[in-house]
């Protein structure tokens, strides 16, 4: 079974540039997530999918961020512009069911942001 | 929202010794427990879980203990081998409302086995 696909793997830019990262969760998750994590601290939640609607984005911030999930499969999650404390790797996650027996959470390998 | 705390930050164990990390966490309405293995460059990987009507979980040399009264879990791992060395993370996940499925995070405990 394929996991949690992202892209790209790192991305280098500079500040008030912007900045996309590209998520395909494993096939037949309804929720997928994106996580930040700033080095040497745990994932943070930015925001949760059911399908294609938003569960929770409480913890984005908006003013720079945005992400969807048009046909309740990929997402994108965008930055624009950019801020150095914005680097940081981005993770995807999906799962079959939250709050269920199925709610175990899988985790891509990440996209890597450095902002210069 | 939910506070969950992680310790040690760092540990190091001989190879074939035991290694334990303690979480603590605040929300008394948090009910699902999973630890993550993390790898250089690499996403967090799931190795074990534990729901809040289970004290114990194991799975071969690893092991997940919960005490609901006290809001702590623990992580450990016998028979340590090189290839255990990871940055190690807890979590904890609530049903409530808007967060259900949300995972909160600890700020991670490195583990290094030496050979």
């Known amino acids: 079974e394929a996991g949690v696909a992202q892209s790209p793997r790192y991305k280098i830019i500079e500040k008030r540039q912007s900045v996309a990262f590209w998520c395909n969760p494993i096939s037949g998750h309804a929720t997928l997530y994106w996580y930040q994590q700033i080095l040497g601290q745990g994932p943070k939640l930015l925001i949760q999918?059911?399908?294609?609607?938003?569960?929770?984005d409480s913890q984005l911030p908006k003013d720079r961020f945005s992400a969807e999930r048009l046909k309740g499969v990929d997402s994108t999650l965008k930055i624009q512009p950019a801020k150095l404390e914005d680097s940081a790797v981005y993770l995807c996650?999906?799962?079959?069911?939250?709050?269920?027996?199925?709610?175990?959470?899988?985790f891509g390998s990440g996209t890597q942001l450095s902002v210069l | 929202g939910e506070n969950v705390e992680q310790h040690p930050s760092t540990l190091s164990v001989q190879e074939g010794d035991s290694a334990v990390i303690k979480c603590t966490y605040s929300?008394?309405?948090?009910?699902?427990f999973p630890w993550y293995k993390q790898e250089l460059g690499k996403g967090p990987q799931l190795i074990i879980d534990?729901?809040?009507?289970?004290g114990e979980k194991k799975d071969q040399r690893i092991a997940v203990t919960l005490n609901k009264t006290a809001k702590h879990f623990s992580l450990h791992i016998t028979e340590t081998q090189p290839e255990d060395s990871a940055v190690y993370f807890c979590a904890a996940s609530t049903t409530r409302g808007s967060t259900l499925g949300r995972l909160y995070f600890g700020r991670g405990t490195q583990l290094t086995v030496w050979p």
């Open positions: 534990i729901r809040s009507n289970v």
């Open positions: 999918f059911q399908n294609n609607g938003v569960v929770d």
């Open positions: 929300d008394s309405a948090s009910n699902y």
């Open positions: 996650a999906s799962s079959l069911m939250p709050g269920t027996v199925n709610e175990k959470l899988f």
